[in-house]
C-alpha cells in the first residue's frame, strides 16, 4: 500500500461521456477501460481542464487510494520515489511532463506543477484519438523547448490604429463566452502567454486615486470593466496562461488629456497620425503613470506582467531622455509596488538598442523577469525564418550579442499579411525555432496589428460557416505555432489527426501536405518584397501601401503589386536574387536563389498542392470550404510564379531590346491572370468585400490613381489585366533612347 501525506484529488468526475466515431481513432470506451479512475495528488483547475477534455473519450472517476487508480497524476517527489520513477520525475521541468507506465493497465503522469500535469493529460487525450491504448500509449517526456509561448491581442477599445475592421470587434470581445474559447484553444495549443494590447489599459482598469478625472466612466460602469478584467485574468490563469498588459506609456486618456490640457494627441479630435510625433514629458503625467501602475500592479493580483511600448509618440528630445523617462516610469513605479511583477519592454530602432540595453541591465536586477521584445522582420515576420532586421529597420545586434544575462528576449512574430485565408505550414515555424534557438530567447509572440481574431466578419454566411468566432477558422495557425514551440519535434500527424478528428476523414495527411506546399506563398511573397511597417505589404491580397514602395518608373502608383514594382523591389531574404539584379548580374554567392529558380518552385508547390487535393470529394460545406483555401494558395503561387517569371522576361528585354523576351513576358502575365481568375472564383464563394486596415486612406497615400475602400480578389482583377497591357507597351532602353533623341 502507498502511504500518502498529501491532498487528494477530489473533484468529482460523474460525466461518462460516448464517444462519436471517427475512422482515425479507437474511441470506443474499450480503448482503454470502461471506467478509469483518476487519482491527483492536488486538485487544480488546470488539472480539471486536462481531464474533461479526456473524459470526452473515457469515461472518468475520481479515485482516493493511490493503488486503486488506473491514471496516478503525481506532482511531489515522495510519490515519484515511492513508485520507482524519481529519476523521471527530477527530469521534468516546469511545464513539462512524463508519461510513465506503471504495469499493463496503469500509467503515472509526472509533473512539477498543475500546468505539466495538464499538458501530460492532453497528451494521453490526443494518443487516445491516434487509437492507442493503455497497453500501447507511447511514454514519453518533455519539456517546452520554448519558455515564453504567446499571442499578442489588439484590443478594440482604444486601439493602436483605428479602422472598422478593427472597432466592429468590441462587442466580441468584451464577452467572457469569447474569452473562454479563446483561452481553451490556447491550452489545448500549449500556449502559456495572453498580451494585450491598448494605447491606455488604465482607464478601463482603475480610477486613479490623485487623477480621478482620468476614468470617465461612472462607478457602475468601471465595476463592469473590472469584473470583466478580474474574471479574463482569473480564467486564463486556471488555464496555465500568463497575462500582460500592454500599453502605449506617454499616452493618456482622453479625459485626461481634457483635464489638464496636455497630451493633445490623445484628444478624439486631434487631427493627423497620433501615435507618431513628439511626446509630452511634463512631470504631471509621468507623476499619473507611475501611480496609475502601482495601483494598476496591487488592485490585479492575477496579473503575471506589465508592457510597455517605448516607441511611438516620444519624439522630441534626446533619446538618452526617452530612454531615461521609461526607467524613471516602469522600473521605479513597479519596484514600489507590494508584489513583483514581470516586465516586457518593446525595443526599436529609436531609442537606440544600445540605450536599451543598458538601461534594462542597469535596472533588472529590481524587479527580477524582464524581456526585451523586437519585431521579427519588423511586421513581416511569416517571411524568411532568419532574423534580417527589428522594428524600424535596425540591423543591430546589441541587443542579444553579447548575449544578455539579467534579461531574455522575445521575438514578436506578427503577421499583417494573410487572415482571409487558412493557414498552417509547420516546416516554416520549425525552421523558425530552429534559427533561434539560442539561449538568450525566451520565446514568442504571435499576432497581428492589423487584424483582430474576434468577430466573424469575413465569411459569407451558408452551409460552410459553421464557427462562431473568427480565431476557430484560424485554428490550424494556432495550433501550428503553439504546439512546435512547446515541441518542435511535434509531428505532421499531429495536425493530420486534427484535420481527421475535426471532420470525421482518414486523409489529414494530404491536406497537411497540401498546406505544406500552398501556403509557402506568403512566406515567399514576404522574403522576396522587403516590407515594413503593418500594413505595408499584404501577401493573399497582393497589396503594398505606396508611401513606402519603391517609385516605379512605368505606372502610376496602386496599392496592387504591379509587374514594374516586382521587377523594382529589394528582398528581404538576401538569398533570393531580385529582378533588376539578376537581369543586371549584379549577384554573388553560391547560395543565391534567381528569380526564375523562385517561380519554378512557386509554380511546383502550386501544382502539387492541387494534385494533393484534387480527387477530394465531400459534402461537408466547411471541409470543402478548407480545401478551396488550399486551392486559392495554390492558385496564388502558380500566379506569383508566372508573374515573376513575366516580370523577368520584361526587364530581359527593357534591357536587350529582344521581341522575343516581350512575348514571353507576355504569355506569363497571361497565364498568371488565368490563375488569378481562378481565386477570383474561388473566393467569391465565401467573401464579398471586406474592410481591411491597408487600405485605409489614413495609412495609405491619398493620392493614389486608383484607390481601393474595400478588399476583394475580384476588385483587384483590373489590375492584374494592367500587367499585361504594361509589358505589351514597354519599351526597350534602345527604344527610349531614340525617343529622347526626338524629343
Known amino acids: 500500500m502507498v502511504q500518502m501525506t498529501t491532498c487528494h484529488y477530489t473533484c468529482v468526475l460523474s460525466f461518462v461521456l460516448f464517444c462519436s466515431y471517427t475512422p482515425a481513432a479507437t474511441c470506443n470506451n474499450g480503448s482503454f477501460q470502461e471506467q478509469m479512475k483518476v487519482y491527483s495528488q492536488k486538485e487544480s483547475p488546470q488539472q480539471r481542464f486536462g481531464l474533461e477534455r479526456l473524459a470526452k473519450l473515457v469515461s472518468l472517476k475520481s479515485e482516493h487510494d493511490p493503488d486503486q487508480a488506473d491514471i496516478i497524476i503525481i506532482s511531489s517527489p515522495e510519490l515519484s520515489t515511492t513508485l520507482n520513477l524519481s529519476t523521471e520525475y527530477?527530469?521534468?521541468?516546469?511545464?513539462?511532463?512524463?508519461?510513465?507506465?506503471?504495469?499493463?493497465?496503469?500509467?503515472?503522469?509526472?509533473?512539477?506543477?498543475?500546468?505539466?500535469?495538464?499538458?501530460?493529460?492532453?497528451?494521453?487525450?490526443?494518443?487516445?484519438?491516434?487509437?492507442?491504448t493503455v497497453r500501447t500509449l507511447e511514454e514519453k517526456s518533455l519539456n517546452p523547448a520554448v519558455g515564453?509561448?504567446?499571442?499578442?491581442?489588439?484590443?478594440?477599445?482604444?486601439?493602436?490604429?483605428?479602422?472598422?475592421?478593427?472597432?466592429?470587434?468590441?462587442?466580441?470581445?468584451?464577452?467572457?463566452?469569447?474569452?473562454?474559447s479563446f483561452l481553451d484553444m490556447m491550452a489545448e495549443n500549449r500556449f502559456n502567454a495572453l498580451s494585450l494590447w491598448n494605447l491606455h489599459p488604465f482607464t478601463y482598469m482603475i480610477r486613479a486615486k490623485n487623477f480621478p478625472e482620468a476614468c470617465p466612466y461612472s462607478d457602475d460602469e468601471l465595476r463592469d470593466w473590472q469584473h470583466f478584467w478580474h474574471s479574463l485574468f482569473t480564467m486564463a490563469s486556471e488555464r496555465g496562461i500568463k497575462t500582460y498588459v500592454f500599453n502605449w506609456n506617454i499616452m493618456v486618456s482622453h479625459s485626461f488629456a481634457k483635464k489638464y490640457g496636455l497630451a493633445s494627441y490623445c484628444l478624439d479630435d486631434y487631427e493627423g497620425k497620433d501615435y507618431i510625433g513628439p511626446g509630452d514629458?511634463?512631470?504631471?503625467?509621468?507623476?499619473y503613470m507611475r501611480e496609475s501602475l502601482v495601483q494598476l500592479i496591487e488592485e490585479y493580483p492575477e496579473l503575471t506582467g506589465i508592457g510597455a511600448s517605448q516607441n511611438?509618440?516620444?519624439?522630441?528630445?534626446?533619446?538618452?531622455?526617452?530612454?531615461?523617462?521609461?526607467?524613471?516610469?516602469?522600473?521605479?513605479?513597479?519596484?514600489?509596488?507590494?508584489?513583483?511583477?514581470?516586465?516586457?519592454?518593446?525595443?526599436?530602432?529609436?531609442?537606440?538598442?544600445?540605450?536599451?540595453?543598458?538601461a534594462v541591465e542597469d535596472n533588472a536586477y529590481r524587479l527580477g523577469t524582464v524581456y526585451v521584445d523586437v519585431k521579427f522582420n519588423w511586421s513581416h515576420a511569416h517571411a524568411t525564418p532568419d532574423l534580417m532586421y527589428i522594428h524600424g529597420g535596425s540591423t543591430s545586434k546589441s541587443l542579444w550579442e553579447p548575449a544578455p544575462k539579467n534579461y531574455k528576449m522575445i521575438y514578436t512574430m506578427r503577421n499583417e499579411d494573410f487572415f482571409v485565408l487558412r493557414w498552417g505550414?509547420?516546416?516554416?515555424?520549425?525552421?523558425?525555432?530552429?534559427h533561434n534557438a539560442q539561449n538568450y530567447v525566451g520565446g514568442f509572440l504571435i499576432g497581428s496589428e492589423a487584424y483582430i481574431p474576434g468577430k466573424e466578419y469575413i465569411t459569407k454566411p451558408g452551409k460552410h460557416l459553421t464557427w462562431k468566432y473568427a480565431f476557430e477558422k484560424q485554428w490550424l495557425f494556432y495550433q501550428v505555432w503553439g504546439r512546435l514551440m512547446y515541441d518542435p519535434g511535434t509531428k505532421d500527424e499531429v495536425f493530420a489527426n486534427a484535420f481527421n478528428q475535426k471532420y470525421g476523414i482518414?486523409?489529414?495527411?494530404?491536406?497537411?501536405?497540401?498546406?505544406?506546399?500552398?501556403?509557402?506563398?506568403?512566406?515567399?511573397?514576404?522574403?522576396?518584397?522587403?516590407?515594413?511597417?503593418?500594413?505595408?505589404?499584404?501577401?493573399?491580397?497582393?497589396?503594398?501601401?505606396?508611401?513606402?514602395?519603391?517609385?516605379?518608373?512605368?505606372?502610376?502608383?496602386?496599392?496592387?503589386?504591379?509587374?514594374?514594382?516586382?521587377?523594382?523591389?529589394?528582398?528581404?531574404?538576401?538569398?533570393?536574387?531580385s529582378i533588376k539584379d539578376f537581369v543586371d548580374g549584379n549577384f554573388k554567392g553560391p547560395h543565391k536563389i534567381s528569380p526564375l529558380q523562385l517561380a519554378n518552385d512557386l509554380i511546383q508547390n502550386g501544382k502539387r498542392a492541387l494534385e494533393l487535393v484534387q480527387d477530394i470529394e465531400t459534402t461537408n460545406a466547411t471541409l470543402a470550404h478548407e480545401i478551396d483555401d488550399i486551392k486559392t494558395w495554390a492558385n496564388l503561387s502558380l500566379y506569383f510564379g508566372e508573374k515573376l517569371k513575366g516580370g523577368t522576361a520584361l526587364q530581359e528585354y527593357r534591357m536587350t531590346g529582344?521581341?522575343?523576351?516581350?512575348?514571353?513576358?507576355?504569355?506569363?502575365?497571361?497565364?498568371?491572370?488565368?490563375?488569378?481568375?481562378?481565386?477570383?472564383?474561388?473566393?467569391?464563394?465565401?467573401?464579398?468585400?471586406?474592410?481591411?486596415?491597408?487600405?485605409?486612406?489614413?495609412?495609405?497615400?491619398?493620392?493614389?490613381?486608383?484607390?481601393?475602400?474595400?478588399?476583394?480578389?475580384?476588385?483587384?482583377?483590373?489590375?492584374?489585366?494592367?500587367d499585361i497591357d504594361i509589358a505589351r507597351t514597354s519599351l526597350s532602353r534602345t527604344s527610349r533612347s531614340k525617343n529622347q533623341l526626338k524629343q
Open 312 to 358: 511611438e509618440r516620444m519624439e522630441g528630445v534626446p533619446e538618452q531622455v526617452w530612454q531615461d523617462w521609461i526607467v524613471d516610469t516602469y522600473f521605479n513605479a513597479m519596484d514600489s509596488a507590494n508584489r513583483k511583477i514581470e516586465l516586457i519592454i518593446r525595443a526599436h530602432t529609436h531609442p537606440a538598442p544600445e540605450l536599451t540595453r543598458k
Open 90 to 132: 527530477s527530469a521534468v521541468m516546469p511545464e513539462g511532463f512524463s508519461i510513465r507506465k506503471i504495469s499493463h493497465e496503469r500509467i503515472a503522469v509526472l509533473s512539477r506543477d498543475q500546468t505539466g500535469a495538464m499538458y501530460g493529460l492532453l497528451d494521453i487525450a490526443e494518443q487516445i484519438q491516434l487509437g492507442r
Open 425 to 434: 505550414e509547420p516546416d516554416f515555424v520549425r525552421e523558425v525555432l530552429k
Open 658 to 722: 529582344d521581341s522575343e523576351k516581350q512575348k514571353e513576358s507576355i504569355q506569363n502575365l497571361e497565364a498568371a491572370l488565368k490563375h488569378w481568375e481562378i481565386v477570383v472564383a474561388i473566393t467569391s464563394k465565401y467573401i464579398d468585400e471586406i474592410p481591411l486596415m491597408h487600405l485605409n486612406p489614413k495609412y495609405v497615400n491619398s493620392g493614389n490613381s486608383r484607390p481601393l475602400t474595400k478588399f476583394s480578389w475580384a476588385n483587384l482583377t483590373g489590375e492584374v489585366r494592367n
Open 148 to 180: 515564453f509561448r504567446g499571442i499578442k491581442f489588439n484590443l478594440p477599445w482604444n486601439s493602436y490604429r483605428r479602422d472598422e475592421s478593427l472597432q466592429l470587434h468590441e462587442k466580441t470581445v468584451r464577452d467572457l463566452n469569447y474569452w473562454k
Open 506 to 577: 482518414t486523409y489529414g495527411n494530404k491536406l497537411v501536405d497540401a498546406h505544406k506546399a500552398s501556403d509557402k506563398m506568403p512566406l515567399k511573397l514576404a522574403s522576396f518584397y522587403s516590407a515594413s511597417w503593418d500594413f505595408t505589404l499584404y501577401s493573399e491580397g497582393f497589396l503594398a501601401n505606396a508611401p513606402y514602395r519603391p517609385k516605379c518608373l512605368y505606372d502610376s502608383i496602386s496599392p496592387f503589386i504591379s509587374v514594374n514594382e516586382i521587377i523594382e523591389t529589394t528582398t528581404l531574404d538576401t538569398n533570393l536574387v
Open 281 to 287: 514629458y511634463s512631470p504631471i503625467i509621468q507623476k
